[in-house]
């Protein structure tokens, strides 16, 4: 079964305002990651929180992960047009599943 | 700069005509992966290579294989393609454990007649 779950599915802004999106999953995590996937093309990595972290930034990028609640959220701040995209978060496991499991993701556009 | 290659960036094959899509890294990396994904859904892990131990996915249908011939090298064959293979084929790789960060190649957008 699917380990993370995304919410929202779809967010639509305006340009200059904030992005969030979130993220849960259900078993004890290793790590956490996003990545941003555009229109027809390969996924990139954004950020990577281990699962003795809280926050991390990156450039205009806050991710925070809350292992009590086994949920975590990314904060895209300033959004801009070249922002559009579906993030997905995915998590890596400790024991068995040691692979990434990839959420649904959140389609995000950014209107100007 | 070290990256993940795929080429074709789309292929088109007819319903039961064997296709392979191939994959390349510059980055040395011991693992990587083949993802399957459809429209709007999330990336599915077919299977993977750590150097040359091939690992499946237990849910990857027999009609998809995979070969590794060297570190740089992975290659996806589909023996028989359906309807229901056409998809975005998606290759990585990370240096080491399959949870640390996994680099992605562009695709190859598969289209089935």
């Known amino acids: 079964s699917q380990q993370g779950e995304e919410d929202p599915q779809a967010l639509s802004i305006q340009e200059g305002e904030n992005a969030t999106m979130n993220c849960s999953y259900k078993?004890?995590?290793?790590?956490l990651q996003w990545y941003r996937q555009n229109s027809g093309r390969g996924l990139v990595h954004l950020i990577l929180?281990?699962?003795?972290?809280r926050e991390k930034h990156s450039g205009r990028l806050r991710v925070t992960l809350d292992t009590s609640k086994k949920s975590s959220s990314l904060l895209i701040t300033a959004s801009r047009a070249a922002d559009t995209a579906s993030y997905f978060c995915?998590?890596?496991?400790?024991?068995?599943?040691?692979?990434?499991?990839f959420g649904q993701g959140t389609r995000l556009t950014i209107n100007p | 700069d070290a990256m993940v290659i795929q080429n074709p960036r789309y292929q088109v094959t007819q319903f039961g005509k064997p296709v392979t899509l191939s994959c390349s890294q510059t980055?040395?990396?011991?693992?990587m992966y083949w993802y399957q994904q459809k429209s709007s859904q999330a990336p599915k892990l077919l299977f993977h290579?750590?150097?040359?131990?091939?690992?499946n996915e237990a849910d990857t249908p027999d009609n998809f294989q995979s070969r590794r011939p060297n570190t740089s090298f992975c290659f996806l064959d589909i023996r028989s393609p359906g309807l229901g293979d056409a998809a975005m084929y998606l290759c990585?790789?990370?240096?080491?454990?399959?949870?640390?960060?996994?680099?992605f190649g562009p695709g190859t957008r598969l289209l089935v007649l």
């Open positions: 990585a790789t990370s240096r080491g454990r399959m949870q640390e960060t996994q680099y």
């Open positions: 078993t004890s995590i290793n790590n």
């Open positions: 929180i281990r699962s003795n972290e």
């Open positions: 995915a998590t890596g496991g400790i024991q068995g599943a040691q692979k990434l499991v």
């Open positions: 980055l040395n990396h011991n693992v």
């Open positions: 290579y750590y150097d040359k131990d091939f690992n």
